[in-house]
């Protein structure tokens, strides 16, 4: 009971934390150079691992569906299935992990870090408002680089696919290419953005939350991020359910 009643204050005082940083965000936007500051972190060092990660993706789709598509002579197909599989699933969920684990933390220990340290206290003494200084440009930057790394992800998930499946496997590229255009959507690929962008806002209050949450010294700074990491990645595969039952 004691545990249902702390998950339920977690997921409270996550909520607020959002709704107040949204608030923030529509009456004092952060400072550009703040956001621009987060979007390289976020999402311009983190474009070369994001690229490798697709292209591997997609080279293994083919290797792992080749066999099948085989048996009823449907390799050309192979392609639309990369496509979709990429564009629908894989790719806003690949990212979304990847990101969790690598920025998600970096911010959950930055502002643990800020808080043991009383950095936090210290701002709000200079009538600085931490949400508008340390979580609104981490939001902003997230919504709008996690789906560009989606993008990204997407792309060379396809140039990966393309590579194994017309190189090693021998299927013809224009079936492989038209089959792909024929069938992909543009709501899927859309669908899959809008899946980024609500994983982009999760990852990062969760990560935000459990920095500002904080205590214990450096112990508590490893708690901390390592429950960021968890707990988002979990979010985000339930999450992931529940958008693609909803936009698909």
């Given at each position: 009971?004691?545990?249902f009643?702390?998950?339920?204050?977690?997921?409270?005082?996550?909520?607020?934390?959002?709704?107040?940083?949204?608030?923030?965000?529509?009456?004092?936007?952060?400072?550009?150079?703040?956001?621009?500051?987060?979007?390289?972190?976020?999402?311009?060092?983190?474009?070369?691992?994001?690229?490798?990660?697709?292209?591997?993706?997609?080279?293994?789709?083919?290797?792992?569906?080749?066999?099948?598509?085989h048996?009823?002579?449907?390799?050309?197909?192979?392609?639309?299935?990369?496509?979709?599989?990429?564009?629908?699933?894989?790719?806003?969920?690949?990212?979304?992990?990847?990101?969790?684990?690598?920025?998600?933390?970096?911010?959950?220990?930055?502002?643990?870090?800020?808080?043991?340290?009383?950095?936090?206290?210290?701002?709000?003494?200079?009538?600085?408002n931490?949400?508008?200084?340390?979580?609104?440009?981490r939001?902003?930057?997230?919504?709008?680089?996690?789906?560009?790394?989606?993008?990204?992800?997407y792309?060379?998930?396809?140039?990966?696919?393309?590579?194994?499946?017309?190189?090693?496997?021998?299927?013809?590229?224009?079936?492989?290419?038209?089959?792909?255009?024929?069938?992909?959507?543009?709501?899927?690929?859309?669908?899959?953005?809008?899946?980024?962008?609500?994983?982009?806002?999760?990852?990062?209050?969760?990560?935000?939350?459990?920095g500002?949450?904080?205590k214990?010294?450096?112990?508590?700074?490893?708690r901390?991020?390592?429950?960021?990491?968890?707990?988002?990645?979990?979010?985000?595969?339930?999450?992931?359910?529940?958008?693609?039952?909803?936009?698909?």
């Amino acid at each position: 009971m004691e545990k249902f009643k702390r998950f339920v204050e977690h997921v409270g005082e996550a909520t607020i934390l959002f709704l107040e940083t949204i608030f923030v965000i529509i009456k004092s936007p952060p400072k550009i150079k703040h956001i621009l500051k987060y979007m390289d972190e976020i999402g311009v060092t983190a474009a070369p691992l994001i690229a490798i990660t697709g292209f591997f993706t997609g080279g293994v789709l083919v290797v792992e569906t080749y066999p099948t598509f085989h048996r009823f002579n449907a390799e050309f197909l192979i392609g639309a299935l990369v496509s979709l599989s990429l564009a629908r699933e894989l790719a806003p969920v690949l990212v979304a992990l990847l990101v969790t684990a690598r920025s998600g933390s970096a911010i959950a220990a930055n502002i643990g870090t800020m808080k043991i340290t009383e950095q936090i206290d210290a701002l709000q003494v200079m009538a600085v408002n931490p949400i508008r200084y340390l979580i609104a440009p981490r939001l902003i930057a997230a919504v709008i680089m996690v789906p560009a790394l989606t993008i990204l992800s997407y792309t060379s998930g396809i140039i990966g696919g393309y590579f194994v499946g017309t190189y090693l496997y021998s299927i013809n590229p224009y079936l492989f290419v038209e089959k792909m255009k024929d069938l992909t959507e543009l709501k899927d690929i859309f669908g899959g953005l809008y899946k980024s962008a609500f994983f982009a806002m999760t990852i990062t209050i969760i990560a935000c939350y459990f920095g500002y949450v904080t205590k214990g010294g450096a112990e508590g700074v490893g708690r901390s991020t390592t429950t960021a990491v968890v707990v988002a990645s979990v979010v985000v595969l339930i999450l992931d359910y529940f958008l693609t039952a909803l936009i698909y």
